[in-house]
């Protein structure tokens, strides 16, 4: 099986070009996500023929569980999908079928080659079964959902005050006043993730504010654990800065991989920004009978 490895601000993944019936996937998952034993990476995409879009991709975590959409992961595609021939080399847009919808990509270039990539992510959803959430929304105006901000959960005998949002999967932000690198995401990390408020689990982010163009953040991800970057993270993070009034239209989001920039104007589509890389191409020759 031939495979590219890419990544984008550090959250990496090996993308395959397969029959999707082919093998068993989240098996297959956990064992060439494998750092020791494995290519290494967070997840795999598979790039699969569309009828809607350019291509369509599935999302599968290091361990083996299925997201609807991934911001890195996008953002490498839109250069992969030059490289390999699915859309012209000079293709200034890609369209791509996720279980999030389909999703607009723009490619930004310099001396010919694919050097940034714009992710049109859509509009944040707030209502609480979106996020999926088990907590009691409220009505915001004209019936559209009221965001559920600094909702108060204990993790581990510590108090957070969370901010939920879908950008297509489930995250829940915590904004802290301390550096991210003092949280303890490591312990907190998979209480949240699994805790029976989210029957879908959720992505949690820790994040501060450095000033209203710039946030740090630390990301644990739902089915890989603390990932360098997190896209969808990084723009659910600017999202609840947002509507917090803690930063404007446009914002950097350090990560300890890298910087993100997200743009959201309060209402419209929240745009990702990021610079994908190459790291190597490989085949895998043996993945016992998966």
């Given amino acids: 099986m031939d495979f590219v490895k890419m ?22 998952s956990k064992v060439i ?20 879009a350019d291509f369509r991709v599935r999302v599968i975590n290091s361990d083996g569980s299925e997201a609807e959409i991934c911001g890195n992961g996008l953002i490498c595609l839109g250069k992969y999908a030059c490289e390999a021939g699915i859309v012209a080399p000079d293709a200034s847009e890609v369209k791509v079928e996720t279980k999030a919808g389909i999703k607009n990509i723009n490619l930004v270039r ?16 707030f209502r609480p079964e979106q996020v999926p959430a088990l907590v009691q929304g409220e009505p ?15 993790a581990g005998n510590r108090k957070l005050l969370l901010n939920m949002v879908s950008m297509g999967n489930p995250h829940a ?12 995401l490591n312990r907190l990390g998979p209480i949240v993730e699994h805790h029976p408020i ?11 504010i450095v000033d209203s163009g710039r946030i740090e953040a630390r990301v644990w991800e739902r089915g890989a654990g603390e990932t360098l970057a997190c896209g969808s993270g990084a723009c659910a993070i600017a999202v ?3 509507l917090h009034g803690f930063v ?10 890298g910087k993100l920039k997200v743009e959201w104007d309060g209402s419209g589509e929240v745009a990702l920004t990021g610079s994908p890389e190459l790291v190597f191409k490989g085949a895998w020759l043996n993945d016992g009978g998966l």
Avoid at 198 to 208: G, I, K, L, T, Y
Wanted: hydrophobic residues 40%.
């Fill in 240 to 242: 609840t800065a947002r």
């Fill in 7 to 28: 990544h984008s601000s550090g959250n990496d993944f090996v993308i395959v070009r397969e029959d999707e019936s082919r093998r068993v996937w989240g098996k297959l």
């Fill in 33 to 52: 996500c494998d750092r020791r034993f494995g290519v290494g990476a967070d997840g795999v995409l598979i790039v699969l023929p569309s009828n809607k």
């Fill in 248 to 257: 404007g239209s446009s914002v950097e989001v350090a990560l300890p991989g």
């Fill in 198 to 208: 989210f029957p879908q689990r959720v992505n949690f982010e820790v994040a501060r």
């Fill in 110 to 125: 310099q001396g010919g080659k694919v050097q940034q990539v714009r992710v049109v992510f859509g509009h944040p959803r």
């Fill in 140 to 154: 915001g105006m004209n019936g559209a959902a009221k965001p559920v901000l600094d909702y108060t959960l204990f």
């Fill in 173 to 184: 932000v915590c904004f802290t006043g301390k550096p991210v690198d003092d949280f303890p």
